[in-house]
């Protein structure tokens, strides 16, 4: 009987010191507190055997827009049309650590995850590159413009310590991941828009300077 009730009070004792969770409403001492930080940089390293668990897969819908071209001026006094080329990246961020690194642990442990949970790829990052004819009227400046189709997984991050590490062993990030979805994901599509505006004073006085380099339409 006595041996039991030891063994039965050291698993008690195991578990109270093996799990920990950073939550702002759990009071601690700063040197028993990691931060956020602290726990993704262990488990980018590797220090931290790190998952992600519970991977929950949201809806997909379209970024902000964003400029992807040069700016093209048009200093001319006739509408006038030129072919530019442009690229766009864009990768993925966290709520707990900002950008996810591609080729890094993060990355890999996200993708596993996901994979394993709803046999989806995950991409940490998409490019695409084109070209496209842009308009531009006498006096404006022109400029192409992309948003990409984007995804939101949350879930929450697991990291196990072969020893106690700020007084556990397990500790717990609740974590949102956004990142690129393929095109046509839930029905979005990324949209490639040509915008443009009317030039400032200053941009006039580039025009007349010549300042405005490789950018500007050949003058009438």
């Not at 601690?28 to 990691?34: L, M, N, R, S, T």
């Not at 496209?132 to 990291?159: C, D, H, L, Y």
């Not at 106690?164 to 949209?191: E, I, L, Q």
């Amino acid at each position: 009987m006595n041996r039991t009730l030891r063994y039965g009070g050291r698993t008690l004792a195991l578990t109270a010191t093996a799990l920990g969770v950073i939550a702002t409403a759990v009071p601690a001492a700063a040197e028993e507190q990691p931060t956020e930080e602290q726990i993704m940089a262990d488990c980018a390293s590797g220090e931290g055997k790190c998952s992600f668990n519970s991977p929950k897969v949201g809806q997909a819908y379209l970024g902000e827009p964003r400029q992807v071209s040069e700016l093209l001026f048009n200093c001319t006094d006739s509408p006038a049309a030129q072919s530019m080329s442009w690229a766009d990246t864009v990768g993925s961020s966290h709520s707990v650590g900002g950008s996810v690194t591609v080729g890094g642990g993060i990355e890999g442990i996200i993708t596993a995850s996901v994979t394993a949970t709803y046999n989806y790829t995950w991409q940490s990052s998409h490019t695409e590159t084109s070209s496209f004819t842009v308009n531009v009227k006498p006096g404006e400046v022109g400029w192409i413009s992309r948003a990409q189709v984007m995804r939101r997984i949350s879930g929450t991050w697991q990291t196990h310590y072969d020893d106690p590490k700020w007084g556990h062993y397990y500790w717990f990030v609740p974590d949102v991941v956004t990142g690129p979805a393929p095109n046509g994901t839930d029905g979005k599509h990324s949209a490639v828009v040509v915008k443009s505006r009317k030039m400032t004073a200053e941009e006039k006085k580039l025009c007349s300077t010549g300042d405005t380099q490789d950018r500007v339409f050949t003058r009438s």
